[in-house]
């Protein structure tokens, strides 16, 4: 999977390579990431990349060419068809259900906006879709694109060296994730629960399940469609 990032700062991408699943998934191969900065398409002396809002108030707003001719070049970069996300406090939510679909595109190209965002007219023009990463306003849209990166990095077959861990993760199966436990068994602050240490892997399982269902119920109860819960899961609540 290719995904290029459109940013005045690219520099900021360029740090997600360098880390953790993220540089993982490069290494292997399975992630090409590159930055873009439109500046490098603005003209005159002062490289302008944005402009003061029609209409009066404030803040500026990004130029609609630069941004363009940027797109333009990312395009040429690689023959596959690009979907073209723009990173932005009005999209679509980001879920773990969005970042799978995501991951499954062959390429992706970020837009991050900074000011008051982008020329509406580009954005019509040129964008696929709009993704947010929260009911909050941040300052550009590279930390968005930053989360987006690693989410969709991690989903990709091979960058995880376990990667029964994706499965397993909160949401995969519209729950939250159980507690997790490692060495050692007892401990100042408290003993690892025993059913954990009993070998019985249908017990643990059982009660692994339990603990997804009851951390979900008490801390996103908005996740949880009790239709849709099996009789096995619905017991298990009630226990
Ligand atoms: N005036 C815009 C609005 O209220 O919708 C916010 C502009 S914000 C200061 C600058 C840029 O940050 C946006 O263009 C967008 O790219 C990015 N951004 C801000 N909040 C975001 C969020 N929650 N999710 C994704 N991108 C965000």
Redesign the pocket.
């Given at each position: 999977m290719r995904i290029d990032v459109v940013s005045l700062f690219p520099e900021f991408i360029a740090q997600c390579a360098a880390f953790g699943v993220t540089g993982r998934a490069i290494e292997r191969g399975l992630l090409t990431l590159e930055g873009w900065n439109p500046r490098d398409h603005a003209e005159g002396n002062y490289r302008r990349v944005d402009d003061r809002p029609f209409g009066g108030g404030p803040g500026m707003v990004m130029l609609i060419d630069p941004l363009r001719a940027c797109l333009r070049e990312v395009r040429a970069a690689d023959p596959r068809p690009a979907r073209v996300v723009?990173?932005?406090?009005?999209?679509a939510p980001l879920t773990q259900r969005k970042a799978r679909e995501l991951a499954a595109s062959d390429r992706l190209v970020l837009l991050?906006?900074?000011?008051?965002?982008?020329d509406e007219r580009l954005l019509r023009a040129e964008v696929d879709e709009e993704?947010?990463?929260?009911d909050?306003?941040?300052?550009?849209?590279e930390l968005?694109a930053a989360v987006v990166v690693d989410t969709v990095a991690r989903l990709q077959d091979g960058a995880l060296n376990d990667a029964e861990s994706a499965v397993q993760d909160s949401f995969e199966d519209g729950l939250l994730d159980c507690p997790h436990y490692t060495r050692p068994v007892a401990h100042a602050l408290g003993d690892v629960p025993g059913v954990l240490l009993s070998g019985n892997h249908a017990e643990i399982a059982r009660w692994r399940r339990m603990q997804q269902l009851g951390r979900t119920w008490s801390r996103r109860p908005d996740l949880i469609d009790e239709r849709a819960l099996s009789p096995a899961d619905r017991k298990l609540l009630d226990a």
């Open positions: 723009y990173m932005s406090p009005q999209g991050c906006g900074r000011y008051e965002g982008v993704l947010s990463i929260g909050y306003v941040l300052s550009g849209g968005a």
